[in-house]
C-alpha cells in the first residue's frame, strides 16, 4: 500500500535544527510533488511548503528557515529546519498531491499520508 514514511524528530532547543525525512513505501517517487504539513496540539493540520519537480513552495513563516529537498535515488524527501521555534512544535508529516503543488496549504487532495513525526521545541 502506498504511503509515506516520516522520520527524523525530536526534541531540540529554541534556535536548534532538525532534517525530517519522508520516505515513499511501496511506490516510487518520481516526480511527484510533496507536501509537508503540520499539526499542532488543538490546531487543524496545515501545509508549510511542497516540492514538485520544477518548484518549491513555502508559506511565509519559515521562509527562510526551512529547505525542501528530494532525493529520488533514495525516494526520499527532506525538510532542514533551521532556527527553530517554540510555535514550530508540532507533528510533522508528509503527503501527495499528484505532480503539481496544488494548494499546498491545505491537506484537501493530498494522499498517502504517513504516521507523522514529533517535533517538539522547547528549553
Known amino acids: 500500500q502506498e504511503h509515506f514514511v516520516e522520520s527524523g524528530g525530536g526534541l531540540v532547543q529554541p534556535g536548534g535544527s532538525l532534517r525530517l525525512s519522508c520516505q515513499a513505501s511501496?511506490?516510487?517517487?518520481?516526480?511527484?510533488?510533496v507536501g509537508w504539513f503540520r499539526q499542532a496540539p488543538g490546531r487543524a493540520r496545515a501545509g508549510i511548503g511542497c516540492i514538485s519537480s520544477k518548484d518549491i513552495y513555502y508559506i511565509d513563516s519559515v521562509k527562510g528557515r526551512f529547505t525542501i529537498s528530494r532525493d529520488n535515488a533514495k525516494n526520499t524527501v527532506y525538510l532542514q529546519m533551521n532556527n527553530l521555534k517554540p510555535e514550530d512544535t508540532a507533528v510533522y508529516y508528509c503527503?501527495?498531491?499528484?505532480?503539481?503543488?496544488?494548494?499546498?496549504?491545505?491537506?484537501?487532495?493530498?494522499?498517502?499520508w504517513g504516521q507523522g513525526t514529533q517535533v517538539a521545541v522547547s528549553s
Open positions: 503527503a501527495t498531491p499528484g505532480h503539481v503543488c496544488a494548494n499546498f496549504w491545505s491537506p484537501g487532495g493530498y494522499g498517502y
Open positions: 511501496g511506490f516510487t517517487l518520481g516526480n511527484y510533488a
